[in-house]
Protein backbone atom coordinates (compact mmCIF):
# COMPACT_ATOMS: atom_id res chain seq x y z
CA UNK A 1 0.00 0.00 0.00
CA UNK A 2 1.10 3.14 -0.55
CA UNK A 3 1.57 5.82 1.80
CA UNK A 4 2.57 9.53 1.66
CA UNK A 5 3.42 11.45 5.12
CA UNK A 6 3.86 14.85 5.27
CA UNK A 7 5.59 16.92 8.20
CA UNK A 8 6.61 20.21 8.48
CA UNK A 9 4.13 22.74 8.66
CA UNK A 10 3.11 25.54 11.30
CA UNK A 11 3.17 28.97 12.26
CA UNK A 12 5.73 30.97 10.48
CA UNK A 13 5.90 34.89 10.83
CA UNK A 14 6.29 36.43 7.17
CA UNK A 15 10.05 36.54 5.89
CA UNK A 16 10.45 33.43 7.69
CA UNK A 17 11.10 29.90 6.76
CA UNK A 18 9.74 26.46 6.74
CA UNK A 19 10.98 22.74 5.71
CA UNK A 20 8.25 20.48 4.58
CA UNK A 21 9.36 16.71 4.13
CA UNK A 22 7.38 13.75 2.42
CA UNK A 23 7.95 10.27 2.96
CA UNK A 24 6.77 8.04 0.80
CA UNK A 25 6.20 4.17 1.24
CA UNK A 26 5.04 1.15 -0.70
CA UNK A 27 6.70 2.15 -3.91
CA UNK A 28 10.42 1.92 -5.50
CA UNK A 29 10.58 5.93 -4.42
CA UNK A 30 13.63 6.57 -7.17
CA UNK A 31 11.45 5.51 -10.11
CA UNK A 32 9.29 8.44 -9.15
CA UNK A 33 7.87 11.92 -9.54
CA UNK A 34 6.86 13.86 -6.55
CA UNK A 35 5.00 16.94 -6.21
CA UNK A 36 3.86 19.25 -3.67
CA UNK A 37 0.12 20.95 -4.19
CA UNK A 38 -1.25 23.60 -1.99
CA UNK A 39 -4.41 24.48 -1.22
CA UNK A 40 -5.37 28.14 0.68
CA UNK A 41 -8.17 29.69 1.96
CA UNK A 42 -11.00 29.55 -0.64
CA UNK A 43 -8.96 28.66 -3.45
CA UNK A 44 -8.91 25.78 -5.37
CA UNK A 45 -5.74 23.31 -4.91
CA UNK A 46 -2.47 24.43 -7.06
CA UNK A 47 0.70 22.76 -8.18
CA UNK A 48 3.97 24.29 -6.27
CA UNK A 49 7.22 21.99 -7.42
CA UNK A 50 7.86 19.33 -8.38
CA UNK A 51 10.84 16.74 -8.86
CA UNK A 52 11.05 14.28 -11.17
CA UNK A 53 12.78 10.83 -10.61
CA UNK A 54 15.78 11.39 -12.61
CA UNK A 55 15.97 15.09 -10.44
CA UNK A 56 14.83 17.31 -12.85
CA UNK A 57 12.47 20.35 -10.71
CA UNK A 58 9.69 22.68 -12.08
CA UNK A 59 7.96 25.16 -9.65
CA UNK A 60 4.95 27.67 -10.05
CA UNK A 61 5.94 31.61 -10.56
CA UNK A 62 4.69 31.99 -7.42
CA UNK A 63 7.36 30.36 -5.57
CA UNK A 64 10.02 30.68 -8.18
CA UNK A 65 13.27 31.81 -6.37
CA UNK A 66 12.05 31.06 -2.59
CA UNK A 67 11.16 27.74 -2.32
CA UNK A 68 13.44 24.71 -3.63
CA UNK A 69 12.30 20.51 -3.97
CA UNK A 70 14.79 18.03 -3.14
CA UNK A 71 15.10 14.54 -2.98
CA UNK A 72 16.80 11.76 -0.69
CA UNK A 73 16.41 8.59 -2.89
CA UNK A 74 17.97 6.73 0.26
CA UNK A 75 15.59 8.48 2.62
CA UNK A 76 12.56 8.04 0.51
CA UNK A 77 11.71 11.57 1.08
CA UNK A 78 11.27 14.65 -1.03
CA UNK A 79 12.14 18.31 0.59
CA UNK A 80 10.65 21.44 0.12
CA UNK A 81 12.45 24.24 1.49
CA UNK A 82 10.48 27.62 1.64
CA UNK A 83 12.20 30.44 2.29
CA UNK A 84 10.64 34.21 2.16
CA UNK A 85 7.22 32.95 3.39
CA UNK A 86 4.22 35.26 2.35
CA UNK A 87 0.88 35.07 3.86
CA UNK A 88 -0.65 34.31 0.50
CA UNK A 89 1.87 31.27 0.99
CA UNK A 90 -0.78 30.06 4.04
CA UNK A 91 -2.27 26.87 2.99
CA UNK A 92 -2.40 22.96 3.50
CA UNK A 93 0.34 22.10 1.59
CA UNK A 94 -0.12 18.43 -0.20
CA UNK A 95 2.71 16.57 -1.56
CA UNK A 96 1.79 14.17 -4.27
CA UNK A 97 2.67 10.55 -6.50
CA UNK A 98 1.79 9.99 -10.18
CA UNK A 99 0.40 6.17 -11.20
CA UNK A 100 3.21 5.53 -13.44
CA UNK A 101 6.98 5.61 -13.11
CA UNK A 102 9.54 7.41 -15.31
CA UNK A 103 7.50 10.88 -15.56
CA UNK A 104 8.46 14.19 -15.88
CA UNK A 105 6.89 16.27 -13.67
CA UNK A 106 2.99 18.02 -14.58
CA UNK A 107 1.07 20.99 -12.64
CA UNK A 108 -1.91 19.04 -13.40
CA UNK A 109 -3.40 17.42 -10.23
CA UNK A 110 -5.14 14.91 -12.39
CA UNK A 111 -1.52 13.70 -12.98
CA UNK A 112 -1.53 12.39 -9.60
CA UNK A 113 -3.29 9.19 -7.92
CA UNK A 114 -1.50 9.21 -4.46
CA UNK A 115 -2.11 12.58 -2.01
CA UNK A 116 -0.51 12.78 1.28
CA UNK A 117 -3.04 13.72 4.16
CA UNK A 118 -1.45 17.63 4.24
CA UNK A 119 0.49 19.79 6.38
CA UNK A 120 -0.67 23.25 7.50
CA UNK A 121 1.78 26.06 6.39
CA UNK A 122 0.01 29.24 7.84
CA UNK A 123 2.39 33.05 7.59
CA UNK A 124 0.90 35.78 9.51
CA UNK A 125 2.37 39.39 8.76
Known amino acids: QVQLVESGGGLVQAGGSLRLSCVVS????????VAWFRQGPGKEREFVAG???????EYSDSVKGRFTISRDNAKNTVALQMNSLQPEDTAVYYC???????????????????WGQGTQVTVYS
Open 96 to 114: ALPSAAYTTVRASELRYDT
Open 26 to 33: GRIFSRYT
Open 51 to 57: ISWNGSV
